[in-house]
């Protein structure tokens, strides 16, 4: 019996996931895209955890310029992401007050 090589079995999760996400999200509907925010927003702060973790490798470890990159990546598009999500959720919101007369 061989083996799957590891890149193979790694880079198929992440196709797999790119396919099922896309499908998860174009399938809500419109009243449920708030709490949805709400959940990006919360796994996007963890990445950053995890980001910030990545650049801070020296710290705890092997002092590598591509974790350092990678991380110093993610959290920039992680900050956006949560950024991005509460100017959303912020006007999706202001759409549901009464408008004063």
Not at 22 to 46: C, D, E, G
Not at 49 to 72: M, N
């Amino acid at each position: 019996m061989s083996e799957i090589d590891p890149f193979i079995f790694q880079v198929s999760i992440f196709v797999l996931a790119i396919f099922v996400g896309y499908f998860v999200v174009w399938s809500v509907t419109p009243a449920l895209h708030t709490p949805l925010m709400a959940v990006t927003n919360a796994i996007s702060s963890v990445i950053v955890v995890g980001a910030l973790t990545a650049v801070g490798v020296g710290l705890v470890g092997d002092d590598s310029w591509a974790a350092k990159g990678f991380g110093f990546a993610a959290l920039i598009l992680a900050s956006v992401n949560i950024f991005g999500g509460f100017l959303v959720t912020q006007r999706m919101l202001s759409m549901y007050k009464k408008k004063d007369s």
